[in-house]
């Protein structure tokens, strides 16, 4: 994939597209990350379809105000995306917060797609977690402090994580230099996050003001949600999850659940094989009609 610069209304994206075929499929990342979580995901859509990934506001190579967090900004943003570029009736795939912008882009513009596809998030409502408040959600879900390590020490960090069961392709990957995609590496070796520690907390607070279940009954079009679970996750996780697919499944008009068994959040980069597999499969089987 070519990265280009797309000119907004309110501010310039990098962006990606490969690939050709219908429906278009536009893909979000999420929270602090960049469109390089699609890299092993992407080439496998596009082995049938049109592909896009951008630069959300704020992250990777896009322009970074210090303003516009808000769930309606990022929606205008995605709006004037898909205009700029012609782009008609796609489905958006979105990971994380950016499954949660393709539930609010889904629910102001319910015409104007084939669906969207949520991968471990869209149904993120941090305001219901029992005893949670503002302040709380401020500090356990802030960014962590960088600023203390260089390149080589963040990048042995990463040669210890533990990635779950991968694929192939994953395997094949070099994961480390895909999240160090998330930074800027300083001359002395040092990194700091692309994705501003003040604008990440303004996205927490939209996260909190954030309620997809009330935007359900606005949605008209296909809703295919992929949470991921790990054998060991908490049962509160899995049943707040539960609790928003009963919800889902009651309010939308076409709505189906497909959980990624022993997949980690960031699925995309640990199974890309399995999530392409079965966004190609629901869209063959006609699900998005």
């Known amino acids: ?6 000119r907004l209304d309110r501010l310039s994206v990098s962006y990606s597209e490969l690939g050709e075929g219908t429906p278009t499929l536009v893909l979000l990342h999420g929270l602090a990350s960049n ?6 995901v992407a080439p496998q859509l596009a082995t049938r379809h049109h592909i896009y990934t951008y630069d959300q506001r704020g992250h990777g190579n896009s322009e970074k105000p210090n303003s516009g967090y808000d ?34 882009y889904a629910s102001t513009y319910p015409h ?7 991968v471990d998030g869209g149904f993120i409502e941090i305001s219901k977690i029992p005893e949670n408040t503002l302040s709380k959600a401020l500090i356990s879900m802030a960014p962590p402090d960088f600023t203390k390590y260089t390149q080589s020490d963040f990048q042995q960090r990463l040669h210890q994580r533990d990635w779950g069961e991968q694929d192939e392709t994953s395997n094949a990957a070099d994961l480390t230099e895909i999240v160090l995609s998330n930074f800027v590496i300083q001359p002395n070796g040092k990194i700091h996050p692309k994705f501003s520690r003040s604008n990440h907390m303004q996205v927490i607070e939209a996260f ?3 309620q997809p279940s009330e935007l359900f009954p606005d949605i008209t079009c296909p809703v295919l949600y992929l949470p991921a679970r790990m054998p060991d ?4 996780r899995n049943s707040m999850k539960d609790d928003m697919i009963r919800l889902a499944s009651e ?9 990624l068994e022993n997949s980690i959040h ?7 094989e399995l999530l392409s597999s079965i966004i190609l499969s629901e869209i063959d089987k006609g699900f998005f009609d």
């Open 1 to 6: 994939m070519i990265q280009s610069e797309l």
């Open 35 to 40: 469109q390089r979580i699609w890299d092993l």
């Open 71 to 104: 769930f309606k900004t990022i929606t205008d943003d995605l709006h004037s995306f898909l205009n700029k570029l012609n782009i008609t009736k796609p489905i958006l795939i979105g990971h994380s917060w950016g499954a949660n912008v393709a539930v609010n």
């Open 112 to 118: 104007t797609l084939s669906g969207i596809c949520l």
């Open 208 to 210: 909190w003001n954030h």
């Open 233 to 236: 996750n908490t049962s509160h």
């Open 251 to 259: 309010s939308l008009t076409t709505f189906n659940t497909i959980w």
């Open 266 to 272: 960031d699925v995309p980069i640990q199974k890309p």
